[in-house]
Structures are given as C-alpha cells and as structure tokens.
C-alpha cells in the first residue's frame, strides 16, 4: 500500500529557503502525477504545485510561481519542492498527494483537492523574523 511521508520542514526568517521531500514506500511512484498543498492556520487546504509522472510538466499557483520548483527522481521515490524567497504568508502545513488526473486538470479545476488520493500526514513550514 502506498503511503507518502513528508520532511524538510522548519523555521525559516523570510527571504530564505528550505527543500521539502516526499518520500513514497510501499510502491513506485513511477505512474503517478504528485501535487504539493497547503494549508494555513484556519483556512481551507490550497494547491501549490503539481509534477506529471515523469516529470516533463509541471504547474504552479500564482501565490508562488517563480519561487518554488517542484521536481522528481523516480529513482528515489522522492518528489521535492524548492521553495526560495519565502514569505510569512507562506507559512503552513505543506502536504503532498498522488493525483488522480493530470496535472492541468488539477490546476485547472482551481486546484481541487477532490483530485488527490493519497495524502501524506504533512510538515510545517513557518516563515517569521
């Protein structure tokens, strides 16, 4: 059964940087698209990013494009997410998930959270001075 285990959270000064990882066990990530969400204190769960299978697409919102980046090495089982020049508003809890459908659709839709199957239990990112 596959499950996704997220890492690389922390405390961060804004304007800086971290890595997050998702890591898969108990089956290759190989055929799926991955999408990374959010969610802040007392607000509804929003997109951030989504990786198609084999890495060749990807999406972004608005709230972050041209600061993060989002890759994938099947080898590893392991999608990651880039996020620089972080912002307070970025703080929360940051999860990833496999999609069901392509990553466009998934961006498309406004980023449905419906379109995610398996999620992982998530990691904090706080971004303050």
């Known amino acids: 059964q596959l499950q996704l285990v997220e890492s690389g959270g922390g405390l961060v000064q804004p304007g800086g940087s971290l890595r997050l990882s998702c890591a898969a066990s108990?089956?290759?990530?190989?055929?799926?698209?991955i999408g990374w969400f959010r969610q802040a204190p007392g607000k509804e769960r929003e997109g951030v990013s989504c990786?198609?299978?084999?890495?060749?697409?990807?999406k972004y919102a608005d709230s972050v494009k041209g600061r993060f980046t989002i890759s994938r090495d099947n080898a590893k089982n392991t999608v990651y997410l880039q996020m620089n020049s972080l912002k307070p508003e970025d703080t929360a809890v940051y999860y990833c998930a496999t999609a069901s459908v392509m990553c466009a659709i998934v961006a498309g839709s406004g980023w449905d959270p419906r379109y995610l199957e398996v999620w992982g239990q998530g990691t904090l990112v706080t971004v303050s001075s």
């Open positions: 990786i198609s299978s084999g890495g060749g697409s990807t």
């Open positions: 108990g089956s290759t990530l190989d055929y799926y698209a």
